[in-house]
């Protein structure tokens, strides 16, 4: 395994430090945050492309994320001078920071979903059934 280091250290932050990182982990690490980064991350998108290039996702929820990423910081919204009037999303410089973590994190997903999916089905063909 690599280097470590980083992770021990993490892990013996004082509980100050940890109670400073888990709401900073729980705005950035739901559901949908890291897709829409990463959709915007190219270019600004309005509301429906983004909706598009995300599978599954609702109106409502993106509706909801994009102002939760908005409130912090991390993506602008753009009224667009068109008839009809349109929205126009893009991210912001603290935004942009998170793609590499975010665009690691996707390789990872990519690179083990397969072994995620394996250690599933060795899981649960090992428990009884309830």
Sequence with gaps: MADDTDLVALSDCALADMARVRPVLDKIADKWTILILTVLCPRPSRFNAIKRRLDGITHKALADALKRLERNGLVTRTVLPTAPIGV?????????????????????????????????????SNRPNA
Excluded: M, V
Excluded at 88 to 97: D, K, N, Q, R, V
Excluded at 105 to 110: D, E, G, Q, R
């Design 88 to 124: 126009e999303y893009a991210i912001t410089p603290l935004g942009h920071s998170l793609r590499q973590p975010f665009e690691a994190l996707c390789a990872w997903s990519l690179k083990n979903d397969a072994a995620i999916e394996a250690a599933n089905s060795e899981y649960d």
